[in-house]
C-alpha cells in the first residue's frame, strides 16, 4: 500500500514545565503558526475533557490545553506553600502562554474554565480574538440552588460548611456530573468518572477542591468588570451551552445575549459535560466558528 499520500491525523502532545516551582502541564497540537485556541476545563476533570476536541481543530490551530494546579498532570503543591485560588491558576495560565510565546488566543471557557479565563480576560482583554462558552458563568442569574450550600460555606467559612459539601467529590458525584441531564448514558464514557475520580481521591486533593470552591466566591464580584469588558470589546462569541445543567443552568446563558452583539447561541440538550454527549453535534459548530471568525 502506497501511504505517501495519506493526510496525516493531528498529533497531541502532552508536556509539562515548572513555573514559580509549580509543575504545569498541558496537551498542544497543531500548527505553531497557526492560531491559538486555549482551552479551559472545569471541574472535575482536567484537559482530559478535550481529548476528542483537539485533534478536530489541530489542523488548523495551534491548540493548547493546560491542567491547573490540582488537576490532571500537573503537579499539586502542598496547600502551606501554594494557595489554590482561580487568580493564581490564572497567572499560571498567563505565564505558560508567555513561555509559548503565545501573544493572542480564543478561549473555550467552561464551568472553572470561565474564572480562570476571566483572570486572563480582566488583564489584558485585547489578546482575546474569539470567546466559546460553554457552560460558563459570568452572571449572577446562573447560580442557582445547586449552589445554595457552597454559598452557605462562603459566607461562614466553617468547618461545618466545608464537610458539607465534601460530597461533590464523590464517585457519586462525578457520575452525576457526567450522565445528569443526558437521554441515553451508553453514550458517555466510563473512563471520565474513572479518570477524574481517580486524580479527586489522591491524598489531599478533596481539601484542595474545597479550598478551590471557597475561593470561588471571589469571582463574582469580578462579573460586572467581565461584563463591561465583553461589552466594550466585543469577541466574537460562540454559546454552546448544556440546557439541562443543574449546575450551571441555562439562567446563566441568557444574560449574555446583554452584552455581546456577535454572539452565536445555542441551548443544547443535555447536561453538564456537552462535549461528552453532544460532542458529534457541537464540534463541528465550534470548528466552523473558529474557521469563519478567525480566517
Known sequence: MNTTNLKKLPVTF?????????????????????????????FPTSSHMFRNLIPALADRYHVIAPDYPGYGESGTPDRSTF????????????????????ERYAMYVMDY?????????????????ALVIQNGNAYEEGLKGFWDPIKKYWVDGS???????????????????????????????????????????????????????YDYRKNVPLYPEVQRLLREHQPPSLLVWGERDVIFPADGAHPYKRD???????????GHFVLEDRGDEVIPMIRDFLDRKLA
Open 113 to 129: 474554565g470561565a474564572p480562570v479565563g476571566w483572570q486572563l480576560f480582566l488583564k489584558n482583554p485585547e489578546k482575546l480574538t
Open 159 to 213: 468547618k461545618e460548611s466545608r464537610d458539607a459539601i465534601r460530597n461533590l467529590v464523590s464517585l457519586e458525584t462525578t457520575i452525576f456530573q457526567y450522565t445528569d441531564g443526558v437521554d441515553d448514558k451508553e453514550r458517555i464514557s466510563p473512563d471520565n468518572w474513572i479518570h477524574d475520580q481517580a486524580l479527586l481521591d489522591r491524598p489531599g486533593n478533596e481539601d484542595i477542591q474545597m479550598d478551590v470552591m
Open 260 to 270: 455581546l452583539k456577535d454572539l452565536e447561541f445555542h441551548l443544547i440538550p443535555t
Open 83 to 102: 494557595d489554590y485560588t482561580f487568580e493564581n491558576f490564572g497567572n499560571l495560565v498567563r505565564k505558560l502562554l508567555a513561555h509559548l510565546e503565545v
Open 14 to 42: 502532552h508536556r509539562h514545565v515548572d513555573i514559580d516551582g509549580v509543575k504545569v502541564a498541558w496537551r498542544e497540537a497543531g500548527p505553531a503558526d497557526g492560531p491559538v485556541m486555549l482551552l479551559l476545563h472545569g
